[in-house]
């Protein structure tokens, strides 16, 4: 048993865990450097993701950063899937739009402040230098572009994905998607037990309820 949480630790915890967004998630596809990745970790959980997934195909996964990644990595499930196929099988039987970044063709892409965010959405990043493959391309529902109104023609993937994710956070908060909890009273403590667990954190005695529905009411 770990050293008990206090109550304003835990407060935070469940204020953060009530604003989770579980119909809003990132596919990072063979992305190799480990400041990416950390870095795309960290601003999904701001933006307040629940889960990533991760398809790597042709890289290995990289070993992360705690100083980049904020700590991200215990505030974040990790979803690995065997290919881009599988993964999308499984989004696809949760509800979500899938959107890869392509810049290919630009007639195939539609401007990211176009898209709409607010509803179930997977957002697929590419490798830093072949971007997203040609299956995830073509098994998407729809392909975005960051406009760029200077010379070059790309943002690094982890600024890539920040921009895009704060579009949404933008159109999920006018919309009152963070003002209600996404995730059932039994989901939230679930999530809560398995944040103190990866703390080495415990519910101090007076604290604990048998019935998770009981810490909300």
Known sequence: MGRPITERRLARMREVLARRQPDLTVVLENVHDPHNVSAVLRSCDAVGLLRVHLVYTLEEFPELSENVSGSALKWLELVFHPSIEACYRTLRSQGFTIYTTYLGDPARSVDLYDLDLTKPVALVFGNEQRGVSDEAVAGADGNFVIPMMGMVRSLNISVACA???????????????????KLSPIELEERLQRWLEREGRALPIELRTSDPSAASE
Do not use: C, M, N
């Open 163 to 181: 921009v895009s994710l704060y579009e949404a956070l933008r159109q999920r908060r006018l919309a009152g998607h963070y003002a209600r909890p």
